[in-house]
C-alpha cells in the first residue's frame, strides 16, 4: 500500500497537495511550517507505513516535551486501529505491533534519546529541541541508516533547526508550507491572529518564516557576519534588550 492510500484509510480523507509530496519522499526530510498545517498528522502516517511494512523497525518521535511527543504517537497509534493493527504493547510511551516493530515516544532531553537505535527518527517542533538533545537524537540512526525527518515552525534565525534548514546538503529534501497554503485554515483567523500580533511574530508563527520579533528590520544572517555572534543566548538577550 502506497503512503497516500495509507493516509487515506487511516485519516479517512484525501491529504492536501504539500501531504502528497511530503508522503511520496524517503530521504531525509525537513519541513519549516506554520502552525496547524497537518504535519503530526502525516508524520504519524509516515512512522505507520515503516512500523507496518518493514517488520521488526523502531520508530522514534522526539518532542520538547513527552506530552508533544505521546501526541504525536497517538495520532500513529489511532491511524494503526483504523487499518486493523493489533497492538500487542500501548503505553504512554511506546506502541508495538505484532511484527514486531516499535513506535516509541521520547521527551526533549538528551538522556532519555541516547542508547535508542533506530529506523525512522522524526523530531517534531524541532525548533525547540535543546541543542544537546538535537544531537543526540541525530545519532540514534548512525548504525541503521535510518531516515531522519525534522520539521517545525520557526522560533527565531538560529539554532539547529535553523542550520538544518539552511543546510545546502543535498541529502535534506526540504519542504516548506504556510498556515495561509491549507484549506483547513480559515482567511478569517489568519486575519484576526494578524491584527493581534507584530508582523514579524504573525510570520514567524503562521508564515513559516524565520524572523526577527521586536528588532525591526535586522537581517539575522548578516547581523551574524557583524558581530560574529550568532548563538541563541546572545540573540536572546538582544530580544530582552530592545525597547
Do not use: C
Not at 504539500?18 to 504519524?44: F, I, P
Not at 505491533?97 to 513506535?103: A, Q, V
Amino acid at each position: 500500500m502506497t503512503a497516500r492510500e495509507l493516509f487515506i484509510r487511516m485519516q479517512d480523507s484525501e491529504p492536501l497537495a504539500w501531504q502528497e509530496e511530503y508522503l511520496r519522499e524517503t530521504k531525509d526530510t525537513v519541513l519549516l511550517k506554520g502552525r496547524q498545517v497537518g504535519a503530526s498528522t502525516t508524520s504519524g502516517v509516515v512512522a505507520n507505513r515503516r512500523a507496518i511494512y518493514w517488520p521488526g523497525s523502531t520508530v522514534a518521535i522526539v518532542s520538547p516535551s513527552m506530552k508533544q511527543s505521546t501526541e504525536v504517537k497517538d495520532r500513529a497509534k489511532n491511524g494503526l486501529i483504523a487499518v486493523g493493527e493489533h497492538l500487542v504493547k500501548d503505553s504512554a510511551g511506546l506502541i508495538q505491533l505484532r511484527n514486531g516493530s516499535r513506535i516509541i515516544s521520547l521527551p526533549g532531553s538528551a538522556k532519555s534519546v541516547r542508547g535508542w537505535s533506530v529506523d525512522l527518527l522524526i523530531l517534531d517542533e524541532a525548533a525547540f529541541i535543546d541543542q544537546e538533545t538535537f544531537l543526540a537524537a541525530r545519532a540514534t540512526t548512525a548504525a541503521t541508516g535510518g531516515r531522519t525527518i525534522v520539521q517545525s515552525t520557526p522560533e527565531g534565525p538560529y539554532g539547529m533547526f535553523y542550520d538544518v534548514w539552511l543546510d545546502p546538503d543535498p541529502r535534506w529534501a526540504k519542504f516548506k508550507i504556510t498556515s495561509a497554503e491549507v484549506p483547513t485554515i480559515s482567511k478569517e483567523f489568519l486575519e484576526r491572529e494578524r491584527a493581534t500580533m507584530s508582523e514579524e511574530e504573525y510570520l514567524q508563527e503562521y508564515g513559516a518564516q524565520f524572523t526577527n520579533p521586536g528588532l525591526g528590520l535586522i537581517d539575522p544572517e548578516r547581523l551574524g557576519e557583524l558581530t560574529g555572534k550568532d548563538d541563541k543566548e546572545w540573540w536572546n538577550r538582544m530580544k530582552a534588550s530592545r525597547p
